[in-house]
């Protein structure tokens, strides 16, 4: 819990229409804290028919739950973004999260859908079951994770602890004279540090290229993104809030090769997204390595305690990947940086108002199905 002045020491939890003072300090900045639970994550939301609600826990932690109204029926349901905040254990984290939905419950709330990045842990969980509570499928893409301690690791040990082949690979990039530019709202004074450039075109540029990266990268690997301008505007929003970081990759003639998208957040850098251009697997095959060991020295640097090398299950297989699957290759290669598989309890959902929620359901995919059709 975040000691605050500003922040109501006693009393019940509040729903707020607007965040108070230094509400990314309460829920993006702590420890487990998330930027889907930042005040750039609530207004980008609100653009799209959500409406957030901030539910203050007195002399402690914010949590951002996003209110979206039953078309036609009435009725509304939640979401609470990677949220609460798992501080101070999973018996807390759930216990904080049923206080809230209760809260939600006497607003007139149906459902109430969270999915914190808690560990996969009874004390999580049970309490959630016997507060009704149940497990959903995941509404992030993944439900897991491939972690990598960094507490107390510096440069040199963290590049002992990856694999030779990816060690070689990483040289090899450098050697060739690929570089790394730095888009980050937060660059210190004294620059982007050893190891990077910095950028000789405005970030919405390199991010609108990033986007052209991914849709390429999804047909190679048959998955798909939703609207650029969405993406875009998300982007640009965490990038000036300080939360975003894009490494892109140059090859030698200064072509952009590769990228690595990196959220900022808690203790840890998380990878986001990653794409390359399928000409440079060939030509440069290291340069995906180079950005990532790249991130885990900005998150040493950082002093972050872990660097979140992203998830590799999919729906369908919410486990580790098995060889000769899709993901498999993907999970080989964030394992080689040192990185372990971290289980977590996943996304959970509490049915209040069942007839309005059934109700709620079949109004909102036949509003969906009329829009295509519109």
Not at 53 to 68: D, E, M, N, Q, Y
Not at 242 to 262: F, K, Y
Request: hydrophobic share 40%.
């Amino acid at each position: 819990m975040i000691e605050d002045d500003r922040w109501p020491k006693d009393g019940p939890i509040q729903l707020l229409r607007e965040p108070p003072p230094d509400w990314d300090e309460h829920t993006v900045d702590v420890p487990g804290g998330h930027v889907y639970q930042s005040i750039a994550w609530a207004n980008h939301r609100r653009s799209s028919g959500w409406e957030p609600r901030f539910a203050v826990i007195p002399a402690g932690l914010g949590v951002l739950t996003l209110l979206r109204p039953w078309p036609i029926v009435g009725g509304v349901s939640v979401y609470i973004p990677r949220g609460p905040v798992p501080a101070g254990g999973p018996a807390e984290t759930a216990e904080r999260l049923i206080a809230i939905a209760r809260v939600l419950a006497e607003d007139g709330v149906d459902v109430v859908a969270a999915d914190p990045e808690v560990a996969a842990d009874p004390g999580y969980t049970s309490p959630l079951r016997a507060a009704g509570f149940h497990g959903i499928e995941e509404i992030q893409p993944s439900r897991h994770k491939i972690a990598l301690p960094l507490d107390g690791v510096d440069e040199d040990a963290a590049m002992d602890g990856i694999a030779k082949s990816t060690r070689q690979r990483i040289r090899k990039a450098e050697g060739e004279g690929i570089v790394v530019v730095r888009h980050d709202g937060r660059v210190p004074s004294g620059g982007v540090g050893e190891g990077f450039i910095a950028p000789r075109e405005p970030t919405q540029i390199a991010l609108d290229r990033f986007y052209d990266l991914l849709l390429e990268t999804g047909e190679r690997k048959q998955f798909s993104f939703g609207p650029r301008e969405s993406f875009m505007a998300w982007w640009v929003a965490a990038h000036r809030a300080g939360h975003l970081v894009l490494l892109e990759a140059r090859a030698p003639d200064d072509a952009p090769i590769a990228g690595l998208l990196l959220y900022r957040h808690g203790e840890r850098l998380s990878t986001v997204h990653s794409g390359d251009h399928a000409d440079a697997r060939r030509d440069h095959p290291g340069a995906l390595h180079l950005l990532r060991w790249r991130a885990i020295q900005l998150a040493i640097r950082e002093r972050r305690a872990e660097m979140d090398l992203g998830g590799v299950d999919v729906p369908g297989a919410r486990r580790e990947p098995r060889e000769g699957e899709p993901m498999w290759g993907l999970y080989q290669h964030k394992l080689s940086f040192g990185g372990h598989w971290v289980e977590l309890a996943g996304a959970q959902e509490l049915v209040i108002r069942p007839n309005r929620y059934r109700a709620g359901r079949i109004a909102a995919r036949l509003s969906r199905l009329l829009g295509r059709r519109g």
